[in-house]
């Protein structure tokens, strides 16, 4: 969720004669090593609870006016109650950003905020159905200075690419060799096979700590394969993330708080294969800026967010259609720059952003 906040703050030092912030840093222990570090950056307990002798002491010495909370769940016996009373006294707003929440949780939150923000459809929607106090949508967007344009579809090998984070199975990496099996079809296809049907590569990205996280089957198979490759390299999303490794970012993902790395690539104007399914076809039309890859199976589980298994022969099917015909990407590459100017532009937040916070 750290990547999120970034934004906000980008727009924060965007305007240092209206605004002065804290970062006020929590996260449980194995989040730890990936917690903020900086001159705005407070630290906080290993623990995300609000009722802690730390953050009333840092209350007391910053006075804040304002409080965005970021993904704030109902943390603590109170549930946020007391926390919530107790704050408010001392005239403070209080600003909500729920996101990795659990089922029948959103009805808990009258009462609690000033007003709750959600950066995509889906989410807003939760948050008028829950009738939470000030439902405010601003749509999610790229800093898209971080992520400049890079030319696709002009090499003669058609590049694969997806960013593993750290690891988790929610990004729905395991069915790739699954898929790449079926692209390129069986043993006797392969060895008999077209030449064009064999021009690929696919690269595989993972934050260095996560070496022990992934699937033993999906590491064995990348590191087997030819024409695959998984590297332990952090991306700096300062500095455009590692797009410049693909040409087509391929990213069956089981359940999305919003999908950072899906704008992130669009804006570089990498076309995009995802799930069909929200949040992850909110940002592109499939056959314009990507690919919607069909789900084969929904699952509902502890979060409204429904876990959603994409049809691994689909994929296949997608995958083989770029290498067939490349030139589909360098149209899709153009397209998804252009969407994310036009309509994901973070700086374009500033003025939604500002009103929020005087409320």
């Not at 570090?37 to 002491?57: L, N, Q």
């Not at 009373?85 to 929440?101: A, F, K, S, T």
């Not at 919607?292 to 997608?318: C, F, Q």
Request: charged share 25%; glycine share 8%.
């Amino acid at each position: 969720m750290g990547h999120l906040a970034r934004n906000w703050v980008h727009t924060f030092e965007k305007h240092p004669d209206l605004l002065e912030y804290q970062i006020f840093s929590r996260a449980y222990p194995w989040l730890t090593p990936l917690r903020w570090r900086g001159p705005h950056v407070v630290d906080g307990p290993e623990d995300m609870a609000v009722d802690h002798p730390t953050f009333w002491k840092w209350i007391e010495t910053f006075r804040p006016d304002v409080i965005l909370f970021q993904d704030q769940n109902l943390h603590g016996p109170s549930k946020m109650r007391h926390e919530s009373e107790r704050l408010r006294r001392q005239g403070i707003r209080l600003i909500n950003y729920p996101d990795w929440i659990k089922r029948g949780d959103m009805e808990q939150y009258r009462g609690l905020y000033d007003a709750n923000l959600s950066h995509v459809k889906r989410n807003h929607q939760w948050l008028i159905e829950a009738g939470v106090e000030s439902p405010t949508y601003i749509p999610w967007g790229v800093v898209t200075g971080n992520f400049p344009f890079i030319e696709r579809g002009r090499e003669p090998v058609v590049r694969f690419y997806i960013n593993l984070g750290t690891g988790t199975a929610r990004k729905g990496y395991p069915v790739l060799p699954r898929a790449i099996r079926r692209m390129e079809g069986g043993h006797l296809s392969r060895f008999f096979g077209g030449r064009r049907r064999r021009e690929f590569s696919f690269i595989a990205t993972a934050v260095e700590s996560s070496t022990r996280a992934l699937k033993r089957s999906f590491v064995s198979f990348f590191n087997r394969h030819p024409k695959c490759e998984l590297r332990f390299q952090t991306a700096d999303n300062s500095q455009g993330g590692l797009f410049r490794l693909g040409d087509v970012y391929v990213y069956p993902t089981l359940k999305e708080g919003v999908g950072l790395t899906i704008t992130e690539a669009l804006c570089t104007g990498m076309p995009v294969v995802t799930t069909d399914y929200p949040t992850m076809n909110e940002w592109l039309r499939d056959g314009v800026e990507g690919r919607l890859i069909r789900p084969k199976r929904i699952r509902k589980s502890s979060m409204p967010m429904d876990k959603v298994h994409v049809d691994v022969g689909h994929l296949a099917e997608i995958m083989r259609s770029y290498v067939e015909r490349p030139q589909q990407i360098i149209d899709q590459s153009h397209e998804a720059r252009r969407t994310v100017e036009t309509h994901y532009n973070w700086d374009d937040r500033d003025e939604p952003v500002l009103a929020l916070l005087k409320g």
